[in-house]
């Protein structure tokens, strides 16, 4: 079984740019988490979608914005780049069932996106 | 304020040596407790996790955790390090997908 699969592995933009990442769950999994990691904040929740919905929503800007097509692949998206956007994106899988909230992530390799 | 405190930002051991890891939490509601472990030039992968029954949770790779409520922790625990547990460690607290996750733990460890 294929793992998730996120795309590009590397992105270098500048600063007022808009930036879109992919991400591919793996088969039959219907939840798509977004997790931004940096050295000095760690790993901070985005977002997370479910059949096509925002389920839940972390603190972030409104430049930051996601969604999920029919098969389940994910597009994350950051408006206006700022520098402090420098990150590694971090795209997580899993089935999505409600009724477990002990739900075991797999997470991608993830998007390094360099701000200049 | 729902948050994580990973207490130890790196750690350096030597081959054979004990480690743990110390995890402490603040979440509202019924808590579901992670650890992950990201190798070098890995992805991030679960190690272990507790949402209810025996406190004491025991892992991939000979890792384990215990769950004390009194003392809001989640401490990791390994009786012997081996170089190939190098890597970064993160503590992770939620449920439904949303997970909070601390600084994590850098280990290095010496052949």
């Known amino acids: 079984k294929a793992g998730v699969t996120q795309t590009p592995r590397y992105l270098i933009k500048t600063r007022g740019q808009q930036v879109t990442l992919s991400c591919s769950p793996i088969?039959?999994?219907?939840?798509v988490s977004w997790y931004q990691q940096t050295p000095g904040q760690g790993l901070q929740f985005l977002f997370e979608?479910?059949?096509?919905?925002?389920?839940n929503k972390g603190n972030f800007p409104g430049r930051f914005s996601g969604r999920q097509f029919s098969n389940s692949r994910s597009e994350m998206n950051v408006s206006t780049l700022e520098l402090g956007d420098s990150a590694l994106y971090l795209c997580?899988?899993?089935?999505?069932?409600?009724?477990?909230?002990?739900?075991?992530?797999?997470f991608g390799s993830g998007t390094q996106l360099s701000v200049l | 304020a729902q948050s994580v405190s990973q207490h130890n930002h790196h750690v350096i051991l030597s081959e054979a040596a004990s480690l743990e890891l110390g995890c402490n939490y603040s979440?509202?509601?019924?808590?579901?407790l992670f650890w992950y472990v990201q190798y070098p030039g890995q992805h991030l992968q679960l190690l272990l996790k507790?949402?209810?029954?025996?406190?004491l949770v025991k892992g991939i790779k000979g890792f384990e955790a215990e769950f004390i409520k009194s003392k809001f922790s989640f401490n990791l625990r390994k009786p012997s390090v081996q170089w190939s547990d190098t890597a970064e460690y993160f503590c992770?607290?939620?449920?439904?997908?949303?997970?909070?996750f601390g600084a994590g733990t850098r280990l290095a460890v010496h052949p």
């Open positions: 997580a899988s899993s089935l999505g069932d409600s009724g477990r909230k002990n739900e075991k992530l797999f």
């Open positions: 088969s039959g999994h219907r939840s």
């Open positions: 979608y479910f059949s096509e919905t925002q389920r």
């Open positions: 979440y509202g509601g019924t808590v579901n």
């Open positions: 507790y949402f209810s029954g025996d406190p």
């Open positions: 992770a607290v939620g449920g439904y997908n949303k997970l909070i």
